[in-house]
Each structure stands twice: as C-alpha cells, then as structure tokens.
C-alpha cells in the first residue's frame, strides 16, 4: 500500500457522515427491528431480551453489509484508503520488536519497513490531529536516519511492499 496525500477536510467530513450514519442506521435499525419483532411476537412476561439482541444483531449486519457494498463508492475513497492503511501499521507494529532488533544489524528490509510506519503514522497523526506524539515519532525518525546513514542506505518509502514483513 502506498502511501497518498489525502485532502484532511475531506477526509474529516466523510468520515464524520460515516460515522454518524452508522450510529443513526444502528439505533433506528436497531429499534425498528425489535419493535417489530416485539409487536409480532409478544412475550407474556414483559421480557424482550432476545428481540432487543436479535435487532441489534440485524442492524449491525445490515450496516456491514452497506459499508462492504459501498467501500469503493468516491465517497468512501479516503475513509476506506486510511481504514486500510491503519490495518497495514497494526501488522507492522506488531512485528515491531523483531524490526528494531533487525534493522539495528542493519537489514534494509527492516528499516524500509520501518521508514513506511513513521510516515504512515505521521500522515494518520496529521489526518487525526494527534500532535502529541509527535515529537517521540521525530526522535525515532532522527535514530532510523541515523542507522540509514551508517549502513549507507537510502529509504524510499515508495518502495515499500507489504510482503517485506513475511520475513519478521
């Protein structure tokens, strides 16, 4: 996956109308079900439970369903591009011990895929307004730098390829 400039307030607002539309679908979904199924089979003791579970249940699956039929909408294109993109840095932040140990023996793979987490980040940090870490993520750009230069490597995150972690 590589990364691409996304326009912030796009992305803001979409995500946004995303958002609240699958809150809004889930509650009314959610109720218009239950109420339904309420109303066409009464229980004599009062209790709901399981119509109230099954609506909330139906509801969900609906709002999958349009999210999964819809994903390639334009709509969509930035809200399911930083969906994905986030998925692509958990993979990699969970084989992140191994790529610090590598990329330290000075394994270009290692720190390509390194290079790609901290601009990843920094474009979701930037996207989400999360400034608060940004100063550590510098610190670990500035060392990445570092250990680049004295392996004399050249890091293009445009290089990157998902299929680098298969070997951490």
């Known amino acids: 996956m590589q990364l691409i400039e ?40 009062g209790r709901h439970f399981h119509w109230n579970l099954l609506g ?3 509801a969900s699956l609906s709002i999958t369903g349009l999210l999964n039929k819809f994903h390639r909408h334009d709509f969509m294109t930035e809200v399911v591009y930083v969906w994905k993109l986030k998925q692509s840095l958990n993979r990699i932040n969970r084989k992140m011990p191994k790529l610090k140990i590598a990329s330290n023996a000075g394994n270009a ?46 890091l293009n995150v445009q290089d990157y390829d998902e299929s680098l972690l298969a070997q951490f």
Not at 22 to 45: H, N, R
Not at 122 to 143: A, G, K, P, Y
Request: charged share 20%.
């Open 56 to 58: 909330v249940v139906l």
């Open 6 to 45: 996304i326009n912030k307030a796009r992305y803001r607002r979409h995500l946004n109308l995303v958002i609240a539309g699958c809150i809004g679908g889930l509650v009314i979904g959610s109720l218009a079900i239950s109420q339904t199924l309420i109303y066409l089979f009464p229980d004599e003791s």
């Open 109 to 154: 793979d290692a720190l390509l895929v390194m290079q790609y987490s901290y601009a990843g980040s920094r474009l979701l940090w930037h996207l989400d307004d999360n400034t608060i870490v940004l100063d550590e993520l510098t610190s670990q750009q500035i060392e990445l730098d570092r250990i680049a230069a004295m392996f004399e490597l050249t």
